[in-house]
């Protein structure tokens, strides 16, 4: 098996739409969410999103004719594509197309542009859906659309699995590449769904936060949580094979080095009470990463603030690790800090634990103020701590019971 190298990053999200804005708000705690300005709420329960703030595709290179062609999820995922593919250096690299890949999931796709041409079709009729209707709404689009943009002819797999979507995305990819099936590939996920079908459908199956205060929305690991917080955006890691990453003298931010799949084959929303099989994944990640006694652990959890998702992935990582290590570990939920992303938040959130490891600092879990005795762990709460973590793990857990999680180490010290 070949080892996996992450040799570039680029995120869309809430709190920044570059790495380095993104990563300074997020490691001070500043609060992505805000009142929803997409579309008046006054119908509407929920009145609060974790919305991309001053987002513009033409600093991405999207001129106004290629931006309408495309749905928002797509403009966001070739954003985070073209930071993460310049950041790495791949493309100017020498790699042959066929050995180039995609692996660029989402949640849902281009609900957008579903919403709007079919409100044309109820209103307008048949004659004024858009040639472009299906090119732009499926699933898979973002990942043909970067395919083309950077001529990867190799694999190319839009993975859908609900929330954990750009968790397996990524997680599939360093298969790949440590199979040989692939020397570097493009990985993540994007989303854009806030809009009032979205919000009316999460509302009603109970899973939002009707809270209007930003600061009392998201709360993960607080007894207070009611509900998760809508988010968009995008997360894009650039895997490649080490010893390819190394001899072109790439910037090596880490290292991949153990992913695991699992199903609760429980319930289609509601994730398995005592986290048996979130604690399998978890585990079996840990353990291809060859897991140590003496490893300062930093988890990027799930931590979505619903009731029973904090609470079952509490267990489930005591489970995984073991009481000691568990208590020992470091957690924290940056959904408290950019809401959830959906289908982008697995790679966002593999993308900030690789920057912990980076970097030596552990995000925060903000507005943790009263913890609930179910969830006994070290979340990080408040602010952020500086901390050498020698392995990160990032779990990501989908309705349907899909269960992601991929470890990451420090690169070796030569290969700084």
């Not at 999200?13 to 990563?23: A, H, I, K, L, M």
């Amino acid at each position: 098996m070949k080892r996996v190298a992450i040799t570039g990053l680029g995120v869309i999200t809430p709190v920044g739409n570059d790495v380095n804005t993104f990563w300074e708000n997020l490691t001070a705690g500043v609060c992505g969410i805000g009142p929803i300005t997409k579309f008046p709420t006054d119908d509407l329960k929920v009145k609060i999103a974790a919305e991309v703030k001053d987002f513009d595709p033409a600093a991405f290179g999207m001129d106004v004719p290629t931006a309408r062609k495309l749905d928002l999820y797509t403009q966001y995922a070739l954003a985070a594509a073209k930071q993460a593919v310049e950041d790495s250096g791949i493309a100017e690299s020498g790699l042959a197309p066929e050995r180039f890949g995609v692996y660029v999931g989402s949640g849902i796709g281009g609900m957008n542009t579903f919403v709007n041409e079919t409100q044309k079709l109820m209103q307008r009729g048949p004659s004024r859906v858009s040639p472009f209707f299906i090119p732009m709404m499926i699933g898979n689009i973002a990942a043909g659309n970067i395919a083309i943009q950077y001529g990867a002819q190799g694999p190319c797999l839009p993975v859908v699995t609900a929330c954990a979507t750009s968790t397996h995305a990524v997680g599939e990819a360093y298969r790949a590449i440590a199979g040989g099936y692939a020397d570097a590939i493009i990985a993540g996920g994007s989303e854009a769904t806030i809009n009032p079908l979205a919000v009316a459908g999460f509302t009603n199956c109970m899973a939002l936060a009707v809270e209007e205060d930003p600061h009392k929305a998201s709360l993960p690991f607080d007894k207070r949580r009611k509900g998760f917080v809508m988010g968009e955006g995008a997360g894009i890691l650039i895997l490649e094979e080490m010893e390819r990453a190394r001899a072109r003298g790439a910037k090596i931010y880490g290292e991949i080095c153990g992913y695991a799949n699992t199903c609760d084959a429980y319930h289609v929303t509601a994730p398995h009470p005592e986290g048996l099989c979130a604690s399998r994944a978890i585990a079996m990640a840990a353990s291809e990463a060859g897991i140590r006694d003496e490893d300062t652990v930093y988890i990027n959890a799930h931590g979505t603030g619903t009731p029973m998702n904090d609470s079952s992935e509490t267990l489930a990582i005591k489970k995984a690790l073991g009481e000691d290590m568990a208590r020992r570990a470091m957690i924290s939920s940056t959904k408290s800090i950019t809401g959830h992303m959906l289908g982008a938040a697995g790679a966002v959130e593999a993308a900030a634990s690789t920057l912990a490891l980076h970097r030596g600092v552990i995000p925060p879990t903000i507005n943790l103020e009263e913890p609930d005795p179910a969830c006994d762990l070290d979340y990080v709460p408040g602010s952020a701590r500086k901390a050498q973590a020698t392995l990160a793990l990032s779990v990501s857990l989908g309705f349907g019971g899909h269960n992601g999680c991929i470890a990451i180490r420090p690169v070796d010290a030569e290969v700084k």
